[in-house]
T-cell receptor, first 110, second 110 residues
Framework: ELKVEQNPLFLSMQEGKNYTIYCNYSTTSDRLYWYRQDPGKSLESLFVLLSNGAVKQEGRLMASLDTKARLSTLHITAAVHDLSATYFCAGGPTNEKLTFGTGTRLTIIP | NAGVTQTPKFRILKIGQSMTLQCTQDMNHNYMYWYRQDPGMGLKLIYYSVGAGITDKGEVPNGYNVSRSTTEDFPLRLELAAPSQTSVYFC?????????FGSGTRLTVV
């Protein structure tokens, strides 16, 4: 059964700095998702990565996938306060249920 | 376009009471899911469905039941509510790639 681990669980960073959130998964996953969740809100889809070497970028966020290492990363460039949220990665076989990581709670400090 | 609609948004139950969490989607998605999210944690799958009339257990099904009589609706039934079922419940739907999440139901059992 697929297991998904994220680290760090908590991340406090200054505005303007760069950082990376890591997502490791235990077995083959056809797809890897990144979601954002604001406090008390639902999950917002950020990226879906479908193949080895896939890289997607949206604003200050960039996600990548290395299927051989079973690793996905979410890189934050020049962080701003609006990026404060909890970020989840999730994976699983096509047309089957997703398994979520425990999340990374990101706080951007002015 | 409503997407995935969950009702109610908030509910307080007494121990031993029962209730049904409603979930409706208008995107004609075959796949529907129920997750629970405990405070500070990721999402755990309760039940899922790959189409009308077909349901299966997820990671944490005990204390819950589901039915899927139509493509649109996927209600989650709690029988004999317990404090351990205090959580936020999210319904999601998918066509295989990409989940759409509802806004969640915050349930407290006292």
């Amino acid at each position: 059964e697929l297991k998904v681990e994220q680290n760090p669980l908590f991340l406090s960073m200054q505005e303007g700095k760069n950082y990376t959130i890591y997502c490791n998964y235990s077995t083959t996953s056809d797809r890897l998702y990144w979601y954002r969740q604001d406090p008390g809100k639902s999950l917002e889809s950020l990226f879906v990565l479908l193949s080895n070497g896939a890289v997607k970028q949206e604003g200050r966020l960039m996600a990548s996938l290395d299927t051989k290492a079973r690793l996905s990363t979410l890189h934050i460039t020049a962080a701003v306060h609006d990026l404060s949220a909890t970020y989840f990665c999730a994976g699983g076989p096509t047309n089957e249920k997703l398994t979520f990581g425990t999340g990374t709670r990101l706080t951007i400090i002015p | 376009n409503a997407g995935v609609t969950q009702t109610p948004k908030f509910r307080i139950l007494k121990i031993g009471q029962s209730m049904t969490l409603q979930c409706t989607q208008d995107m004609n998605h075959n796949y529907m899911y129920w997750y629970r999210q405990d405070p500070g944690m990721g999402l755990k799958l309760i039940y899922y469905s790959v189409g009308a009339g077909i349901t299966d257990k997820g990671e944490v099904p005990n204390g819950y039941n589901v039915s899927r009589s139509t493509t649109e609706d996927f209600p989650l039934r709690l029988e004999l509510a317990a404090p351990s079922q205090t959580s936020v419940y999210f319904c999601a739907s998918s066509m295989g790639y990409g989940y759409t999440f509802g806004s969640g139901t915050r349930l407290t059992v006292v």
